[in-house]
């Protein structure tokens, strides 16, 4: 069985632009979550959905938003990239909403210059 | 912001010792997990020990957790190079979703 895929792998994007990250989660698994690593801390929470619907939000402004399909895939979006946007996003994927165990994908790196 | 907190930063062992990480919270929680990353890529779930649980095994893993310390530990026993990486606790509390250590990053020397 396919784990959670992630796409793209690496993205170089300039300030000011916006970006969007794709994640598809493992098969029968309802709810993706969403975090942002910076080099050397611990994933920070973004975003989680379940069913479609978001279950909760990290504290990360508004320029990052998501949202998840019908099939469970899910999109982050980011606009307006600062520098400070570079970092890993993981993707994470598990059979039910909440702090259960999650299953992650490998990641994109996004640099913004 | 993180929720736990690991000990030590950083670890270096030769192949065949244990290693020893602890990971210390603030707040109450439902569960606490162990997570593993090679080299900044996605993490693998390790463990998961519920709050009314002292202690649990998987393989070469022990994890225990003392909740009137807010304190767990991950014991890696015999540890191999291919156990070198970074180590998360994660803390999971109601309807949350996880949060976060800074990690312990480990290397097996062989």
């Known amino acids: 069985d396919a784990g959670v895929t992630q796409s793209p792998t690496h993205l170089i994007k300039t300030r000011g632009q916006h970006v969007t990250l794709r994640c598809s989660p493992i098969?029968?698994?309802?709810?993706v979550s969403w975090y942002q690593q910076v080099l050397g801390q611990g994933p920070q929470f973004i975003f989680q959905?379940?069913?479609?619907?978001?279950?909760g939000r990290g504290n990360f402004p508004d320029r990052f938003s998501a949202r998840q399909f019908p099939n469970y895939s899910s999109e982050l979006n980011v606009n307006a990239l600062l520098l400070g946007d570079s970092a890993l996003y993981l993707c994470?994927?598990?059979?039910?909403?909440?702090?259960?165990?999650?299953?992650f994908g490998p990641g994109t790196r996004l640099t913004v210059t | 912001s993180q929720q736990g907190e690991e000990d030590p930063q950083a670890l270096s062992i030769q192949e065949g010792e244990n290693a020893t990480m602890n990971c210390s919270y603030k707040?109450?929680?439902?569960?606490l997990q162990w997570y593993r990353q090679n080299s900044g890529r996605g993490l693998v779930h390790l463990i998961l020990?519920?709050?009314?649980?002292r202690e649990k095994h998987s393989g070469r893993l022990r994890v225990t957790l003392d909740t009137s310390k807010k304190s767990s530990s991950l014991l890696i026993t015999a540890s191999r190079a291919a156990d070198t990486a970074s180590y998360f606790c994660?803390?999971?509390?109601?309807?949350?979703?996880?949060?976060f250590g800074k990690g312990t990053m480990l290397l097996v020397s062989p």
């Open positions: 994470a994927s598990s059979f039910s909403a909440g702090a259960y165990e999650q299953y």
């Open positions: 098969s029968g698994h309802k709810s």
């Open positions: 959905y379940y069913e479609k619907e978001e279950r």
């Open positions: 707040t109450s929680i439902n569960n």
């Open positions: 020990i519920r709050s009314n649980e």
């Open positions: 994660a803390t999971g509390s109601g309807y949350s979703t996880l949060t």
